[in-house]
């Protein structure tokens, strides 16, 4: 199985700051990683795919990035709204695995 | 626009066998290319994949559920199902379905389900 190891697990951030979650890939997955953002009693909604292409309607100061297995999500000023828990997904292979999620707070 | 369901028991007990249905809209899985994967999420915990099936009835199952797991589909109706034997307390959780094309873009709401005596 393909391991995400996600990090950090939470941050508490403001709203003048670069946020920025990672998600390392135990083996290569060709780009094959998305990122969704899930607020409480609420499904996961996608932000990323395919590691950079931001999914439709999404805002821009959302982005994707990839160094070696490595792959970042951004939020650039980021907005009280972006407050939630933010996971990592592989499809590269089954079994699909989801990072352990990062919880976001803004202050 | 696309749209999709869970519906389920809500609460079985253990040993039973947990059917989930997904009711959806705005796709078809008779697509080349399209699929519906089954995910679920214990309250406060994280996500875990479950299984996938294919507009070819291609299916993949994560086998951490050890062969409890059997994945279908109802294309003329636009249903997809799961069902997972022999449940447990740690069955217990919320479960998704969600359409794949390449990604999982579109997810349900999610049926809760707990599994209790």
């Known amino acids: 199985d393909i391991q995400m190891t996600q990090s950090p697990a939470s941050l508490s951030a403001s709203l003048e700051e670069i946020v920025t979650i990672t998600c390392k890939a135990s083996?290569?997955?060709?780009?094959?990683l998305s990122w969704y953002q899930q607020k409480p009693g609420k499904s996961p909604q996608l932000l990323i795919y395919?590691?950079?292409s931001l999914a439709d309607g999404v805002p821009s100061r959302f982005s994707g990035s990839r160094s070696g297995t490595q792959y970042s999500l951004k939020i650039s000023r980021p907005q009280v709204d972006d407050s939630g828990i933010y996971y990592c997904?592989?499809?590269?292979?089954?079994?699909?695995?989801f990072g352990a999620g990062t919880k976001l707070e803004l202050k | 626009q696309v749209t999709l369901k869970e519906s389920g028991p809500g609460i079985l007990q253990p040993s039973q066998t947990l059917s989930l249905t997904c009711t959806f809209s705005?796709?078809?899985?008779?697509?080349?290319?399209?699929?519906v994967g089954w995910i679920r999420q214990p309250s406060g915990k994280g996500l875990e994949w479950l299984a996938n099936?294919?507009?070819?009835?291609?299916?993949y199952y994560n086998p951490s559920l050890k062969n409890r797991l059997t994945i279908s589909k109802d294309t003329s109706n636009n249903q997809a199902f799961l069902k997972i034997t022999n449940v447990d307390t740690a069955d217990t959780a919320t479960y998704y379905c969600?359409?794949?094309?390449?990604?999982?873009?579109?997810w349900g709401q999610g049926a809760s389900v707990t599994v209790s005596s």
């Open positions: 969600a359409r794949i094309i390449r990604v999982m873009d579109a």
């Open positions: 705005g796709f078809s899985l008779s697509t080349y290319g399209m699929g």
């Open positions: 099936i294919w507009w070819d009835d291609d299916k």
């Open positions: 083996q290569g997955i060709d780009d094959y």
């Open positions: 395919d590691a950079t």
């Open positions: 997904l592989q499809s590269y292979s089954t079994p699909y695995t």
